[in-house]
C-alpha cells in the first residue's frame, strides 16, 4: 500500500502559495497577475484532492470520502469563471487606457 | 539489479534502510516540476512563454491527481486549466499586444515580496506541518460515486456553480459592452 506523507504535500501547497504572493507583490501585467492568482488556487485545489484521501476522514461517521474533490471541482469552475471576469477587465482596460498595467487603473470609474 | 516487481512493492532503496515507495519518487519529481514551472512562469520577460510555462505547470497538477487516485479531477485539470485558461490567456495576451513577441519592462525585485513570501511559507509550513498521517490514495472512490455526490439535491454544488457562473458571465459582458465613454 502506498502512502503519501502530509508533509509532503504541505510543503508542495505552500512553496505554490508562496510563488502566488510572490508573483501578486511584483508583477505589474494584469495577465500576469491573473496567473500568479491560479497558481495560489492550484495550491488550494491541491489540498482538498490530497485531503479527500486521509485516512482520518475516510473512516469518521460524519464525513463523505469523496468530498475534498467534490469541493476541488466547485474551485476548479470557480477559477476558470474568474479568469473570464478578470479577462473582460484586461479587456475594458485596454481599450480605455490603452495599457495593462495596474499601476495605471488608478480609478474605478472607467 | 533489483526486480521490478520487488521495487513496486517495497520501494527503491536509499541510504542504506530506508525506502521510498515509487509513488513517493514520482511525487517528488512532479513537485519539483511544478515549483521550477510556477517560478519560471512568473520570471520570464516574454509574456508568450509565460503561458507555456503555465500550461506546463498545469499538466504536472494533473498527474499528481492521477497519483492521487483523483482521475476525474486530473482530466478536469486538464480539460479546464491546460486547455480552457490557458488558451483564455493567451487570447488575452494577443488581444492587448501589438506585437505578440514583446519583451514587459523590467520590474524590479524588491526584498519586501521576497521576504513576505518566504514568511508566509515558514507560517504555512509551522501551523500545518505538524499534522499527523498520510493519506492512502484508494482506488475504490469511483467516479459514479463522485457524481452521485456532485449531483445531490441536498449538496448543490453544481448548481451553485452554475448560479456563480450565470452571473459571471453577465457581469463580464457588462464590462465589455460597447457604447460606453
Redesign the interface.
Known sequence: ???????????????????S???I?????F??L???L??GM?AA??SF????????C?TAATC????G??????V??????????G??????L??IRGT?NVAEANSLH? | MRDLHQCLSEGVPVLGDSHV????LA??AL?VI??AT??L??LVRE?VH?ILW?GI??VD?SA??F????P??GV??LG??AG??TI??L???M??RKRIFSR??A?G??A???A???V??VF??GA??Q????????AS?SVA??ST??FNAE?P??L??GL??LS??A???Y??REG?E
Not at chain 2, 515507495?21 to 513517493?24: A, C, D, M, W, Y
Not at chain 2, 499534522?131 to 484508494?138: M, R, S, T
Open positions: 500500500m502506498t502512502t503519501l506523507p502530509v508533509g509532503d504535500f504541505l510543503a508542495l501547497a505552500s512553496g505554490l502559495v508562496a510563488i504572493i510572490f508573483g507583490l511584483t508583477r505589474r501585467n495577465i500576469l491573473l496567473i500568479a491560479e497558481i492550484n485545489i491541491l484532492v490530497y485531503f479527500a484521501a486521509f485516512p482520518q475516510v463523505h470520502p469523496l468530498t474533490q467534490a469541493i476541488a471541482v466547485v476548479i469552475g470557480l477559477a476558470a469563471t474568474e479568469v473570464a471576469v479577462l473582460a477587465i484586461v479587456l475594458a485596454h481599450r495593462t472607467l | 515507495s515509487l509513488t513517493e511525487f517528488f513537485a511544478a515549483v510556477g517560478l512562469a512568473l509574456l509565460t503555465i505547470f498545469f497538477l499528481i491527481y497519483l492521487l487516485e483523483a476525474f479531477l478536469l485539470q479546464v486549466y480552457a485558461v483564455l490567456l487570447f488575452g495576451i488581444v492587448t514587459d519592462a520590474t525585485v524588491g519586501l515580496p521576497i513576505l513570501a518566504v508566509t511559507f504555512l509550513i500545518l506541518g499534522l499527523p498521517g498520510a493519506a492512502v490514495p484508494a472512490y460515486s463522485l455526490l456532485l449538496a454544488y453544481l451553485l456553480l456563480v457562473m459571471a458571465l457581469g463580464a459582458i464590462l465589455v460606453r
